[in-house]
Each structure stands twice: as C-alpha cells, then as structure tokens.
C-alpha cells in the first residue's frame, strides 16, 4: 500500500501542536525519564574509582533503555482513545484518511518526541558521568558496543512500545484504562533492559543483532496488527460517543 | 425518475435501496429507498431515535449498512469505494467534535490537508467567511460557544468542495440569526449545484429550504415536496365564520362550484371541503350575501409540514 504522505504529515503536525498543549501529557513524558536516570545516576556517583574494574563486563547504561520502552507508551495509548472521548474520531474518519495512514501519523507523532527526549536525557546521563563520577568510572562504564547499542535500540523500542500501545488505545473505550494497561504492556521490553544491564542476561553481539531484526519485524508486524484491530465502526458505534 | 427539484444530472447523487442498519437485534433503521438528484436539498425528518443519524453515517461509510445497497457521489456504497466517496462528500455530524486546543484555523489547517485540498488558505478563508467566523481565526477552539463551534465543523464541511454534503442537524443550538445565515448558506451552496442531504428536527427548517423531505421512523413513512405531501394527506379546506348561525347552511353551499362538503365546526362556524379554494371562496362569499349571512371570515384553512409530519409518525396517543 503506498503511504499518502500530505495525510500522515498532517496528522503528525496535528498530533505535536495539540500535545504541545497538553500539559499531562507533556508532564508524564518528561516525568519518566527523571524517575529513571536518577536512581543510576546516584549509584554510579557512589562509585570508587577501584570499581571501575568489575564495571567493564557491566552494562549499567542499558539501564537506560527502559526509557524509550516506557515513555511513548502514555502519549501512544491516549492516540485513539483520546481522539474518541474527545469526539474527534467522527469528523477524522469522515476525511479520506486510511486506517493504515492514520495509525502511521500517530505513531510517529509519539515516535519523535520520544525519541527527542530519550536521546536528550541519555546524553544529559553521559554528560553527568564524565563531569561528577569518579575518575575512571566514565571511561570503564561508557564503551562504543555500549553507546551503539543504546542508539539503536532507542527508536526500536520506542516503536514496539507504541505500536502495542496504539493496538490497545483502539480496542480499550477508558483512557485511564488504555494508559495502564500499555505501561504494564512496556514493562516486559523495561525488564529487559534492566536484566542485561545487571548483567543476569549477558549479551554477545549475535544475540543483539537477532533481537535488533526481531525488534525491526515487530515494528512492520505492529502497524499491520493496529491497522487490522482498527474497526472503524466499533469505534463510532462503541459504548463512548 | 423525473421530479422537479431533481436536478441536471440524470444519474442521482445519492440513492438508497432497501438500505437498513441494524445494531445487533436493535434496527436503528430498515428499508429505507429514496433516490436524490444533484443539487436537491433533501430533508430528513424524524422524532429522536428514528435512525437519521445513523442513516448519515451510513451513507457516509462511517458504517456498514447490514441491508440493501446505496451509491453516494455517483459511486456504490462498497467498502472499497470508501476512500473515494469520502473524497466527494462531507458529513457535518451531530457534535462538531473539534481540537479544542487548537485554533480555528488548525482545525481547518488539518482538514484541509487531510482532504488535499489545493490552495488551503484560500479555501479556509473562504469557508470562515462563508461562517462568518474570520474574525474568530486564532482563537482556540475550547473558547468558543456551542454555536461558534458548531459553525467552525460547517466550515470544516465546506473545506473539499463537496458533491453531497450532509448535515446532520446544523442549526440545532444556533440563536436565529446564526440560523437564518446557514439557512441563506445553504441556499447558496444549492446554487452551486451542491446536493445537501439535511437531517433536522424543525420542520419550518424543512419546509423552508428542502426540495423533498423524506419523513422516517425506523422505515420510511414519505417521501415528497413539502408542499405535495400537505396536499395529499390532508383535502383542502374553506373555514367560514358567521356573526350568527346560517338557518340553512346546506342550502346555501352545497351549490357551489367546488365545494364538495361541509360540517359545523362550532357555532357559526363551518367548515368545507373544496378541491380548489380560488375558485370556492368568490363562490361561496357571493352564496353567503345572496343568502344574508353576515360574514365574519372566510380564509383557507393552511396545514403546516407539522400536521403532515405529526400525522405520519405515530404520534404515541395522548400526545396528539
Ligand atoms: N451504537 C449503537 N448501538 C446500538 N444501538 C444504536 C447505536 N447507535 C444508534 N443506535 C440506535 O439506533 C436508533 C437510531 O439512532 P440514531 O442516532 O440514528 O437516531 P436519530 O434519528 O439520529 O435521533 P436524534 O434525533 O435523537 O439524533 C436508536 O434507537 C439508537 O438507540
Ligand atoms: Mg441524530
């Protein structure tokens, strides 16, 4: 199917100028990654410089992973749902939008922001470590595969995580309901990460290869599943008007 | 079909078969036909509940009909027509369902790139003078009233230039002004050859701006001109009023050309039955002197699209 892209860009456009005005939500988004960059950034800072050594076969900085697999998920659960309880799905699939081009612009509404802030606040975790962390425990904890890692599974999480939470956004009629059970949805992807960077899972570079494919086919698989869950007339008829 | 007030074009720009929707066991609306030219205003009537809604959004792709077949805009009212026919129409719905944190002018900004409308500013500008709501352009949405708001969706509507255009309910909440000047809108967009499909509760709405009106209640009761369907459920009638009773009222209008009955509707009062009032009233004045009576009134009886209306729903008893 070829993507129209005037509809998906409007959309998106749409999407960023009503969330830039949406202070819970923006609040929520920025929340998160504090929460989560505090509790490592204080044990990293209570590091001594002789523990720098063990620390080379740690991945702390997959910790931050977490991030991109939670944060999306809040503003992506709201997508529909939202546009319902608001009323604003009618008059949107009155326009020639296909599901499939609809979905996309919302997906990457979140995607973006997102991604802006879970690349922004790991940066700003980088930029903590090398100024205030003890001699040595910048170089021993921030390593190329480390960093790579990092950058490639931002926006393959991210993704994941908002596509599962858009298919629960067009099939849940509560918001509050939809926000929940996405974030208990993103939680798996949140273990995960904390795992390997606890080192109970080690990783080598074939499984993070085959986990970044899998990622990927998830990604292309999850818009197919969200545009089929998306049922145009359950969603007008649906208990919320 | 060849009414008048179907308009230039042969094949109708909307036209239903047998069309019905039902909920589950709940039919909201069933076997409803009715076939609409280019550039008609169709009215549909019906009390709360009847399926007019419904019937918008089905004729709008929003739903799928669970009976009988359709063609919007020219088209078969298919699933795989959706894209299409939506490109062609545009439905108002009952709640304008705006961006509340957006200003007027992003909401239109957003519909008009999602109906790729070319030269957007122009078109928006056009559609907010069209509401008289230019003036209105930044605010955001959530600031402005019921009415306001409702105005902004009939600019949204305007923004794709469409075939048919369906109202569902367009001047519900509007004060008389604002009502008159989507009245005066329509008409305008009429002209323009524009087929408008309006759904409403005010029958002089109706009666004022619609070609035909069709009346519903789940099925379909009538379809017709406002003005035909008055005349075919209800005979024309002639009241008289006298200052005091006539002696002999039979005498004095049962020979008269036209009138084909009569009965006391009170003291002094009466009431015939004619089947053309231009040609009975002279009569029946001349036949009133002649006979000396002495004539309070003579006025033909007006039956409103409401009696027609009150008339075909079913009125549940105590309330007619
Ligand atoms: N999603 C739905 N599920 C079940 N029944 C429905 C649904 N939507 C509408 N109905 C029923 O279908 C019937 C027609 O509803 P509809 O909204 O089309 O009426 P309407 O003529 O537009 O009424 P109103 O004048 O109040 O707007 C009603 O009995 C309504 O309860
Ligand atoms: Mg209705």
Redesign the interface.
Known sequence: MSVNRRLVRAIVSKELREFRRNRTLAAGMAIIPLVFSVQPLISVFALTSSASGPLRHEHVLLYMLGIPALVPSLVASYSIVGEREQGTLEPLLTTPIRREELLLGKALATFLPAIAVAYGVFALFLVCVGVFAKPGVASALIRPSDLLAQVVFTPLLAGCSIWIAIVISTRFNDVRVAQQLSTVASLPAVALAVLVALNVIQPSLRTAILAAVILLVLNRIGWRVASLMFDRERLITGTKS | MTDEGTGISSSPALSANGLGKR?GSRVAFDDVSFEIGYGEVFGFLGPNGAGKTTTV?TL?????PTAGSATVAGLPLIPDNG??I??R???M?E????????TVL?NLQ??A????VSAARDRIDQALQAVHLTERAHDTCGSLSKGLKQRV?LA?ALLNDPQVLFLDEPTSGLDPVAAREVHELIDGLRQRGVTIFLTTHRLDEAERLCDRVAILNTTLRTVGRPDQLRDELFARTLNVRTVSPLSNPADVFLGVESVSGWREDGPSTYVLTVTDPALAAPGVTRALVKADADVLSISVSHHSLEDVYLELIDVPAGLS
């Not at chain 2, 790139?113 to 790729?116: I, Q």
């Open positions: 909920f959004r709008g792709t929003l739903l799928t894209v299409e939506r490109r129409i545009s439905i719905p709640s304008p369902g705006l961006y509340l944190r957006l992003e957003c519909f790139d999602l109906y790729e969706a949204r």
